[in-house]
T-cell receptor
Framework: DTAVSQTPKYLVTQMGNDKSIKCEQNLGHDTMYWYKQDSKKFLKIMFSYNNKELIINETVPNRFSPKSPDKAHLNLHINSLELGDSAVYFC???????????????FGAGSRLTVL | SQKIEQNSEALNIQEGKTATLTCNYTNYSPAYLQWYRQDPGRGPVFLLLIRENEKEKRKERLKVTFDTTLKQSLFHITASQPADSATYLCATILTGGGNKLTFGTGTQLKVEL
């Protein structure tokens, strides 16, 4: 049973299109995250949600809109895709809010987005 | 500004040797530091967490140290194997970072036969 699952794993699309990535966790965790990993492999946080409430919005363009219908799901919708959006997007989850730094993240396998 | 830095150059070592990876942080003092492993095409996987009052933490062939004076954590893999080849990331929460776990750039380790 996959703990954090993301779909789709690969996404190839044209500039200007709108696309969504879905994430689900079956760990019973309270907090979910979206991270972006660029071509240089740098992993950067985009959003975090705790029990469906937005906690972190890391100066991400408005074209990115996360949605958490319940605490087990966190989806990412991207409007008007640009070339620079090409990256691997990782969903993750953790127990609790994680303010201490002791909360361990469980990551999904990633969704590779290619914008042509 | 606060930073987490790892050696961006790949580390190549011979099988059986000890691999040592470095994580340096500047301008803050984290209470915890985490280490993750990332294989190509996969998400990072948690390995070890060390607290600021712990000098050392071990798990099987893995050892992590935390030197708050040097502002540095070292990650050791003893008796390294080709299967240990991966990218290793350190992570922590920066001062004022809320619950935002910030990752270093990662160091790619290659263990050769």
């Amino acid at each position: 049973d996959t703990a954090v699952s993301q779909t789709p794993k690969y996404l190839v699309t044209q500039m200007g299109n709108d696309k969504s990535i879905k994430c689900e966790q079956n760990l019973g965790h309270d907090t979910m995250y979206w991270y972006k990993q660029d071509s240089k492999k740098f992993l950067k946080i985009m959003f975090s949600y705790n029990n469906k409430e937005l906690i972190i919005n890391e100066t991400v363009p408005n074209r990115f809109s996360p949605k958490s219908p319940d605490k087990a799901h966190l989806n990412l919708h991207i409007n008007s895709l640009e070339l620079g959006d090409s990256a691997v997007y990782f969903c993750a989850s953790s127990q609790g809010l994680g303010y201490s730094g002791a909360n361990v993240l469980t990551f999904g396998a990633g969704s590779r987005l290619t914008v042509l | 500004s606060q930073k987490i830095e790892q050696n961006s150059e790949a580390l190549n070592i011979q099988e059986g040797k000890t691999a040592t990876l470095t994580c340096n942080y500047t301008n803050y003092s984290p209470a915890y530091l985490q280490w993750y492993r990332q294989d190509p095409g996969r998400g990072p996987v948690f390995l070890l967490l060390i607290r600021e009052n712990e000098k050392e933490k071990r798990k099987e062939r893995l050892k992590v140290t935390f030197d708050t004076t040097l502002k540095q954590s070292l990650f050791h893999i003893t008796a390294s194997q080709p299967a240990d080849s991966a990218t290793y990331l350190c992570a922590t929460i920066l001062t004022g970072g809320g619950n935002k776990l910030t990752f270093g750039t990662g160091t790619q380790l290659k263990v050769e036969l």
